[in-house]
């Protein structure tokens, strides 16, 4: 009778070590994974912080006509933006940028900027016209902008969107998607000479202006 007894003991004693042996291994990958973690979380902040600073620096229309009979507007804008790099030790490297300005749903103006870069703790200023011919416009959404402009309560948002690059003596990572959002940007703020600031943010792609 006792070794009847001791047979299921034994067994239960064996099967009872196999979760151990589980615990143990997903204790060990946990320890192996949690540098890599650490790396990879250090280095997405280390990136982050070398991410510039986007200034509404200058903004204007030169012309705004909109034909009321066909719904087709021309307008010719300027538009000036500066790119801060505060950081000592990286160098920014911009492909090319998409760059679009609304106002009530209106698209004023949208252009490219070609490839540049900028040196650790340097500025740089984008001065850019932007001009749309014979572009189709919602005639309210035109009226309501051309009262705003009148009444010197006019706001209006900027997107640059594209990659950036981030270059530390010979270590480069290229073809970072970020986006600088300026909304709701006062054009008075902007005269008055206040340099409105961007919202910048990496791996974040601007909306559709269709």
């Given at each position: 009778m006792e070794e009847a007894k001791s047979k299921p003991e034994l067994g239960r004693n064996l099967s009872s070590r196999k979760p151990s042996r589980r615990v143990a291994f997903d204790s060990t990958l946990q320890h192996a994974l949690q540098p890599l973690l650490f790396l990879g979380i250090s280095y997405l902040a280390f990136l982050k912080a070398g991410m510039p600073k986007v200034n509404v620096r200058a903004f204007n229309i030169t012309k705004l006509q909109?034909?009321?009979?066909?719904?087709?507007?021309?307008?010719?804008?300027g538009l000036g933006l500066l790119f801060s790099n505060k950081n000592d030790k990286i160098k920014l490297l911009y492909g090319p940028l998409s760059?679009?300005?609304?106002?009530?749903?209106?698209?004023?103006?949208?252009?490219?900027?070609?490839?540049?870069?900028?040196?650790?703790?340097?500025?740089?200023?984008?001065?850019?016209?932007?001009?749309?011919?014979?572009?189709?416009?919602?005639?309210?959404?035109?009226?309501?902008?051309?009262?705003?402009?009148?009444?010197y309560e006019m706001v209006f948002d900027v997107y640059?969107?594209?990659?950036?690059?981030?270059?530390v003596a010979s270590l480069q990572m290229n073809n970072v998607p970020f986006l600088a959002s300026c909304h709701q940007i006062k054009r008075m703020d902007v005269?008055?000479?206040?340099?409105?600031?961007?919202?910048?943010?990496m791996f974040a792609f601007r909306p559709s202006t269709n």
């Open positions: 909109v034909d009321d009979g066909s719904q087709k507007m021309d307008a010719v804008i760059i679009d300005v609304t106002s009530e749903n209106v698209l004023l103006g949208k252009t490219k900027v070609r490839e540049f870069s900028q040196k650790p703790m340097n500025d740089t200023n984008l001065n850019m016209t932007m001009t749309l011919d014979n572009a189709d416009v919602n005639k309210h959404a035109a009226d309501d902008l051309k009262q705003d402009i009148k009444a640059v969107g594209g990659h950036i690059g981030f270059q005269d008055f000479g206040r340099r409105p600031e961007c919202a910048v943010k």
